[in-house]
Nanobody, 124 residues
Framework: QMQLVESGGGLVQAGGSLRLSCAAS????????MGWFRQAPGKEREFVAG????????DYADSVKGRFTVSRDNAKNTVYLQMNSLKPEDTAVYYC?????????????????WGQGTQVTVSS
């Protein structure tokens, strides 16, 4: 089993920034691709960003390209999501996931483990 714990969410004004962290334990973190998804009230969970096991490959949803940056530190077993120029439509619960296959970061069913989520609220 792998445990994932997200942190760093909160309330921020539009145009502001937040940095989410996801700390992993219980498995070899560096073997897994990692992804960030989000879910707003009444909506399905959607892909935000993903990163390969060694950080050499990343992918982003069109809605966050140029504003969000995903990174990882395998020595710290942690993946990050730097969110800049936040908009009210970014308001959601943000989840990190671990995917051993790592073939398609945006493919939700392929993820093996999930964190409990962290709330991000962007006020206008």
């Amino acid at each position: 089993q792998m445990q994932l714990v997200e942190s760093g969410g909160g309330l921020v004004q539009a145009g502001g920034s937040l940095r989410l962290s996801c700390a992993a334990s219980g498995h070899t973190f560096s073997s897994y691709a990692m992804g960030w998804f989000r879910q707003a009230p009444g909506k399905e969970r959607e892909f935000v960003a993903g990163i390969s096991w060694n950080g050499g490959s990343t992918d982003y949803a069109d809605s966050v390209k140029g504003r969000f940056t995903v990174s990882r530190d395998n020595a710290k077993n942690t993946v990050y999501l730097q969110m800049n120029s936040l908009k009210p439509e970014d308001t959601a619960v943000y989840y990190c996931g671990a995917d051993l296959a790592g073939a398609d970061f945006s493919y939700y069913p392929s993820y093996d483990y999930w964190g409990q989520g962290t709330q991000v609220t962007v006020s206008s």
